[in-house]
């Protein structure tokens, strides 16, 4: 087994001399749920229309399961599965004969619409006509045909788009267990960072066309530091004494101070260094950067982070 399913090379594309892509190295491991995210605009679509053939992209640029996407582009559309947005459907047939005109397209086993409608969990729904589906329903039955063939690499842009929280939690679960029980590796384009969060294994940021960060989720927390919170009878003195400590504050308003912190014992100097000073403390809390936080950092200040 390769070790990284998806890898770009110095991948770049313009469109009519309008660079939106530039220099893109990307490495998604094998068996991961990796989650790219960025603004609209960031060249995330464009990425995924290059990987998927559907622009033509440089030589040798792009390796997919190990193997050239231009040399071998018959073998390697094979072993992929995909869905853009939301999935093109006949609503005067039933969830089954959809599946079916995708698997004659395909040519693979009747067996394996069984199979896939178990795996999105539709059986009971195959017969119903997809015009009385919901949105949640069309995106499982969307993710069924792109299943179809079993598929080393599910690529999905937006699976989640316009779902309610109950759908958008059906598709999350989903993708877990294509990834966990079913060995696949999922390269999935999102908005929702609360949701990567929940199930990403990787990540990559893409901001104008550029890599901002890519790797687990644990390595993108260690890029920024804890935020202390802090409440003062006399949050002025306080900020002064803390820059002259060599603290770095953070714009937390005028209700409170944040300061970055390294780990706990700093908080207790923090805490002893306003005591002393005759600085009453009336709140102190410490919170870890969500991947919200982390994102907009990164996308909206990307040198912040660069020399931690």
Same mark, same amino acid.
């Given at each position: 087994?390769?070790?990284?399913?998806? %890898?770009?090379?110095?991948?770049s594309h313009a469109f009519h001399n309008r660079p939106v892509l530039h220099d893109l190295n990307l490495q998604v491991p094998t068996g991961s749920i990796f989650g790219f995210l960025g603004p609209n605009g960031s060249g995330k679509t464009t990425t995924i229309r290059l990987l998927l053939g559907l622009i033509r992209s440089p030589s040798?640029?792009?390796?997919?399961?190990?193997?050239?996407?231009?040399?071998?582009?018959? %073998?390697?559309l094979s072993r992929i599965g995909a869905l853009i947005e939301s999935p093109a459907?006949?609503?005067?047939?039933?969830?089954r004969d959809n599946l079916e005109v995708i698997r004659l397209a395909r040519q693979v086993d009747q067996k394996q619409i069984d199979?896939?409608?178990g795996m999105v969990q539709l059986t009971g729904d195959a017969q119903q006509k997809v015009r009385a589906y919901s949105l949640g329903m069309r995106q499982r039955?969307?993710?069924?045909?792109?299943?179809?063939?079993d598929p080393h690499l599910l690529i999905l842009d937006e699976p989640t788009n316009g779902l309610d929280p109950a759908g958008i939690r059906e598709i999350r679960e989903l993708l877990i267990e294509l990834s966990q029980r079913h060995g696949k590796t999922v390269f999935v384009s999102?908005?929702?960072l609360g949701e990567m969060e929940k199930m990403a294994t990787h990540l990559a940021i893409l901001n104008e066309g550029h890599l901002l960060f890519q790797g687990t989720m644990a390595q993108l927390q260690h890029l920024q530091l804890p935020v202390l919170s802090l409440e003062t009878d006399h949050n002025a003195t306080a900020r002064a004494l803390?820059?002259?400590?060599?603290?770095?504050?953070l714009d937390g308003g005028t209700e409170q101070l944040t300061v970055s912190v390294k780990d706990r014992p700093q908080i207790g100097a923090i805490n002893r260094l306003l005591l002393d000073q005759g600085v009453s403390i009336y709140k102190l809390h410490m919170h870890q950067p969500t991947l919200e936080d982390l994102f907009f950092t990164l996308t909206s200040h990307p040198k912040t982070l660069e020399n931690r």
């Amino acid at each position: 087994m390769v070790p990284f399913s998806i %890898e770009t090379h110095h991948l770049s594309h313009a469109f009519h001399n309008r660079p939106v892509l530039h220099d893109l190295n990307l490495q998604v491991p094998t068996g991961s749920i990796f989650g790219f995210l960025g603004p609209n605009g960031s060249g995330k679509t464009t990425t995924i229309r290059l990987l998927l053939g559907l622009i033509r992209s440089p030589s040798t640029a792009i390796r997919l399961m190990g193997k050239d996407s231009r040399t071998h582009r018959l %073998e390697i559309l094979s072993r992929i599965g995909a869905l853009i947005e939301s999935p093109a459907l006949y609503n005067h047939l039933s969830g089954r004969d959809n599946l079916e005109v995708i698997r004659l397209a395909r040519q693979v086993d009747q067996k394996q619409i069984d199979r896939v409608l178990g795996m999105v969990q539709l059986t009971g729904d195959a017969q119903q006509k997809v015009r009385a589906y919901s949105l949640g329903m069309r995106q499982r039955l969307g993710i069924a045909m792109a299943l179809l063939g079993d598929p080393h690499l599910l690529i999905l842009d937006e699976p989640t788009n316009g779902l309610d929280p109950a759908g958008i939690r059906e598709i999350r679960e989903l993708l877990i267990e294509l990834s966990q029980r079913h060995g696949k590796t999922v390269f999935v384009s999102s908005h929702l960072l609360g949701e990567m969060e929940k199930m990403a294994t990787h990540l990559a940021i893409l901001n104008e066309g550029h890599l901002l960060f890519q790797g687990t989720m644990a390595q993108l927390q260690h890029l920024q530091l804890p935020v202390l919170s802090l409440e003062t009878d006399h949050n002025a003195t306080a900020r002064a004494l803390l820059q002259r400590a060599g603290y770095q504050l953070l714009d937390g308003g005028t209700e409170q101070l944040t300061v970055s912190v390294k780990d706990r014992p700093q908080i207790g100097a923090i805490n002893r260094l306003l005591l002393d000073q005759g600085v009453s403390i009336y709140k102190l809390h410490m919170h870890q950067p969500t991947l919200e936080d982390l994102f907009f950092t990164l996308t909206s200040h990307p040198k912040t982070l660069e020399n931690r």
